[in-house]
């Protein structure tokens, strides 16, 4: 039985969801605070997908978690648990000045258990802390998989177009440690998210094996149960407003304050309603309604904040347009679910939800950071003057199953072992 061992980097984070109900799996701490383990993490769902085409692997989840006082687990299926380790954060002097990262000595400790020519490793290869060097090193009979989930151009070498010296030297420093890191590697799963950055990687390390895998999920609920008039009357909706959805974590990253300044600029001919569901951090969420507040928009974004599934699959039913514009993400899961009710997808121009799209000549696009191209190309489409394609239900499920997450991650264990 080969043992695999997925290790997220990240703790779970507990103040985004500090309005909202524990999880199923939950434990009181003695200084009065809580542990839980969610289920849903992507290390949980990629490995979900594993042991259930194939039984010849144990498969377990560790994440550092800086409440945890020991190690705290819980089967999620069949050969597949997920562990919480204790974990903190450490300052460690790096280019000039003290930084924060991760480290967990429990995970270390425990690996060394573990530590066989049996087991595989995935590892996150973005994150080049003391500690997953220590993870590393700590396990040198273990075989290592690396995995990426965000834009795979985050695998290499920044541009240095800075005049200040410091900072020139400290991108410099940046990019050696990623190209060490990256000519260590020997094989990597990816969603690939940006083929042109993989070709570049390829050119630094031609030895890399990069396995493409494919996101799947479970598109048995998402389908358009009740018609759209239905789901707007439900909803207390116009039915006659055209209806912008954006569904994901309220962070930085998915640029929702930029989509509410764009919102802010333009002028279309019709009535529209922007909807946005999703948590965040509480600090980010109340700067979000400030923008609303301050633009004066409370009549055309409402925040609804988190919900169930059954409420989400009513909103989306009841959309006219799903957007989705990360700066780093590599896809986005509720375009996904978008995708498989029929409704049109609004995206940045990279991802593996683009790469699909513009595979099958569907969606629209835009620039991460070309926010006046973002207002042009909405417009258009709430005008009507842009008819925004989708694909066909059977094509977005038939690609998107877990079989083509589980059988590239086969395929990658199986080179591993060959390699070695």
């Not at 819980?74 to 280019?95: D, G, T, W, Y």
């Not at 300044?261 to 333009?266: F, L």
């Not at 995206?347 to 629209?364: D, M, P, Q, R, V």
């Not at 842009?386 to 199953?401: A, G, L, P």
Request: some cysteine; hydrophobic content about 40%; glycine content about 4%.
């Amino acid at each position: 039985m080969i043992k695999i061992i997925f290790i997220i980097p990240f703790a779970p984070k507990y103040a985004e969801y500090a309005d909202k109900p524990r999880p199923k799996y939950n434990w009181d701490t003695k200084d009065g605070q809580w542990v839980g383990i969610w289920g849903y993490d992507w290390g949980d769902l990629h490995l979900k997908s594993l042991v259930e085409y194939y039984n010849n692997y144990d498969c377990e989840v560790w994440q550092p978690d800086l409440r945890a006082d020991k190690i705290y687990s819980v089967e999620l299926c069949n050969k597949l648990v997920h562990r919480n380790f204790p974990a903190k954060m450490i300052k460690r002097f790096s280019r000039f000045k003290l930084r924060k990262e991760m480290y967990s000595q429990s995970i270390i400790d425990e690996l060394k258990k573990y530590d066989d020519y049996n087991t595989v490793i995935m590892l996150p290869a973005t994150v080049r802390t003391k500690w997953m060097k220590h993870v590393i090193n700590f396990t040198y009979k273990g075989k290592h998989i690396y995995y990426i989930y965000i834009n795979d151009s985050k695998l290499l070498p920044y541009k240095i177009n800075t005049l200040n010296p410091f900072k020139a030297f400290s991108t410099y420093l940046v990019n050696k440690q990623k190209l060490k890191w990256l000519k260590k590697m020997n094989v990597l799963l990816t969603s690939y998210s940006n083929p042109d950055a993989l070709s570049k990687v390829e050119k630094i390390n031609p030895n890399l094996k990069m396995i493409k895998f494919v996101w799947g999920f479970d598109y048995d609920f998402w389908y358009s149960i009740i018609d759209k008039a239905t789901a707007r009357r439900n909803l207390n909706i116009p039915n006659e407003a055209f209806v912008i959805l954006l569904s994901q974590r309220l962070v930085p990253e998915y640029q929702v304050d930029r989509f509410i300044e764009v919102i802010a600029k333009i002028k279309p001919n019709k009535q529209f309603i922007c909807y946005i569901t999703g948590f965040g951090i509480p600090d980010y969420k109340r700067y979000l309604q400030g923008l609303v507040d301050h633009y004066k928009l409370n009549d055309k974004i409402y925040f609804v904040g988190y919900i169930s599934d059954e409420e989400l699959r009513n909103y989306m039913i009841a959309s006219d347009l799903f957007v989705t514009v990360p700066t780093i993400s590599a896809g986005s899961g509720g375009a996904l679910k978008e995708m498989t009710i029929g409704r049109p997808i609004f995206t940045t121009s990279y991802g593996s939800i683009y790469n699909f799209l513009k595979e099958h000549n569907a969606g629209i696009f835009v620039n991460p950071t070309d926010y006046d191209e973002w207002a042009q190309k909405l417009e258009s489409i709430i005008n009507g003057e842009i008819i925004v394609k989708t694909v066909n239900r059977e094509i977005v499920t038939d690609y998107y199953s877990w079989k083509n997450t589980a059988k590239p991650t086969k395929k990658a264990i199986d080179l591993i072992f060959e390699k070695k």
